[in-house]
């Protein structure tokens, strides 16, 4: 069966240090893979999507960036974090084809930037 | 863009009563699914509709997408306190392969014992 790995689940990091977070997949190969950022009164925001290894498009102009070194990992990374970069991030995952199947998220990081 | 506007925001109940959420987008829905979060936690998936008019049911939890389709509605029957949550709508755009899903605000559920 399918399961989705995220971590760290928390992480207090200080305002200009770097990030990296992590996501995997096991189970199935070439999956899409998402970052999603849930803040306060916005909702889940869509900020990363990739349909293949190295193949990575950006939602929102931000702080951020992400990579997908390999078939089922996304590594979403800031080289300075902002205050604003504090939120839930969510990484999700679905079989790559036509539309139907369903979107499986991560148990999420909780980010505070201090 | 796709924006889906959830009502209520938030929701209290006494247990055993019934609720419906309600999810509107402002453009065709082309398919849309239905989450429930904890606080701080991950969203789990409770049910997807395709079909205008298509009905679904999960144990005491029932998800429509109107004819239209460009309304959906979560009704709870008899709720519970593990029914407490968050609630969440989401909706894929039109065609393409990367199936980006835009999700509402979601509605907070508070159910009282």
């Known amino acids: 069966s399918q399961t989705i790995h995220q971590w760290p689940a928390t992480l207090v990091q200080p305002v200009g240090s770097p990030l990296s977070l992590e996501c995997t997949v096991e189970g199935t190969s070439n999956p899409n893979l998402y970052w999603y950022r849930q803040a306060a009164g916005r909702g889940l925001q869509l900020l990363f999507y990739?349909?293949?290894?190295?193949?990575i498009s950006s939602e929102v102009p931000q702080n951020l960036s992400a990579s997908r070194p390999q078939d089922r990992q996304f590594i979403l990374s800031s080289k300075k974090l902002l205050l604003s970069d504090s939120g839930f991030y969510l990484c999700?995952?679905?079989?790559?084809?036509?539309?139907?199947?369903?979107?499986?998220f991560g148990s999420g990081t909780q980010l505070s930037v201090l | 863009s796709q924006e889906l506007e959830q009502s209520p925001q938030s929701l209290i109940v006494q247990e055993g009563k019934n609720l419906t959420i309600n999810c509107t987008s402002s453009?065709?829905?082309?398919?849309l699914y239905w989450y429930k979060q904890k606080y701080g936690e991950g969203l789990i998936f409770l049910m997807m509709?395709?079909?205008?008019?298509e009905e679904k049911s999960h144990e005491k939890i029932t998800a429509k997408l109107d004819e239209k389709k460009q309304q959906s509605s979560l009704h709870i029957t008899a709720s519970q306190p593990s029914h407490a949550g968050i609630y969440l709508c989401?909706?894929?755009?039109?065609?393409?392969?990367?199936?980006?899903?835009?999700f509402g605000k979601g509605t907070l559920l508070t159910v009282n014992p």
């Open positions: 989401g909706a894929p755009g039109a065609g393409g392969s990367n199936y980006k899903l835009t």
């Open positions: 990739s349909v293949g290894i190295g193949q």
């Open positions: 509709l395709q079909k205008g008019g």
């Open positions: 453009k065709t829905l082309y398919g």
């Open positions: 999700a995952w679905r079989t790559a084809g036509t539309g139907g199947e369903k979107l499986f």
